[in-house]
Each structure stands twice: as structure tokens, then as C-alpha cells.
């Protein structure tokens, strides 16, 4: 596969056109210092945005929001998902659930998924392999002691909930 001018992509770019390697490396690197200057001498302009009342600043970052989703596919229903995690993040700040997790969650789902299935595949869909192996085990086991050490804590707590209000209808 060519591209344009010519240039054939790989690692073979390097031998065969090295000015041309050089020439993006330094056009990145004019980059780089141009966005440093703009920024810098912007600053104060931008400051400024931070005396805005909070509902125009929000509003404004919801429609660039939109207008980078509609165009980074041309497609409605990435829109539709920002709406429907929009109201999502809301329920789940509105009832006090960490947000951190689903964005995690929604991040790095695929990815996880995709080597579960690579280890699945590779062990002939053999589940216990994460419990066997050295350094897998010692991760299933942090995690078990994760999950279930709020739930004894929580346990722990009831129950000195309920001693020391026995104690105190006794007294």
C-alpha cells in the first residue's frame, strides 16, 4: 500500500526517506512550541472564562461536546450516547455512586474482555487458570479480599450497633 507522495508506511520509511521522517519529526516539534506559545500568551484570555456563570460554561462545554461526537463519525447515535451517559452520570451523582468505576468500566471493558477471551481461548476455556498461576492468583486473592472485607466490616459494625444498644436498654 502507497500513500501519497509516494511514501510507502513501515518501518522501512526510516532507511529508505529519512528527510522525510525528519521533516514530521520537526513539524511536530514546531507544533509542540507553537500550542506553548499560544497558550502561554492566551492565558489570561482564557482565565476569564472561569468568571462565567456556571450554567453558560456548562452549556458551552455541552455543545462542543456534541459538535465533536457528531463529527468525529457523522453518525445521530453517538449523540444519543452522550445523552444516555449524560443521564446516567447524573443518577449516579444524584445518588451518591462513584463515577469513577464506569468510566473505568467503559474505558478499559473492551480491552479486559478481549484478553479474557485470548486466555480463555489459550487454556482450552479453562476458568481455574487464573487461580493456579503465581501472579494471577495473588491478584484474584487481592481482590477477594477486596469485596468481601466491607462486607465483614459492615458486619462487624451492626453487630457493635446492636451489643451497645442492648447494653443500653439493660442499664
Not at 507544533?31 to 484570555?45: E, H, N, R, S, T
Not at 484474584?140 to 450497633?161: G, S
Request: hydrophobic residues 50%; glycine residues 8%; proline residues 5%.
Amino acid at each position: 500500500m502507497r500513500l501519497g507522495f509516494g511514501v510507502q508506511p513501515g518501518p522501512q520509511v526510516f532507511m529508505k526517506d529519512p528527510g522525510l521522517v525528519y521533516a514530521i519529526f520537526a513539524s511536530l516539534f514546531v507544533g509542540v512550541i507553537g500550542m506553548c506559545l499560544m497558550g502561554y500568551f492566551a492565558i489570561k484570555g482564557l482565565i476569564k472564562v472561569l468568571y462565567l456563570p456556571e450554567a453558560i460554561t456548562s452549556a458551552f462545554v455541552v455543545m462542543f461536546c456534541f459538535i465533536g461526537a457528531f463529527s468525529a463519525r457523522n453518525n445521530i447515535t453517538d449523540l444519543w450516547m452522550i445523552v444516555t451517559f449524560g443521564i446516567v452520570g447524573y443518577l449516579f451523582e444524584r445518588f451518591r455512586f462513584p463515577i469513577a468505576p464506569m468510566v473505568l468500566g467503559c474505558i478499559l471493558g473492551t480491552q479486559a474482555e478481549s484478553s479474557f477471551m485470548t486466555s480463555m481461548i489459550s487454556y482450552q476455556n479453562d476458568w481455574t487458570i487464573f487461580f493456579t498461576r503465581p501472579i494471577s492468583g495473588a491478584v484474584m486473592a487481592f481482590v477477594t479480599v477486596a469485596l468481601v472485607y466491607p462486607l465483614l466490616r459492615h458486619r462487624r459494625q451492626k453487630q457493635a450497633e446492636r451489643a451497645l444498644h442492648a447494653s443500653r436498654t439493660d442499664a
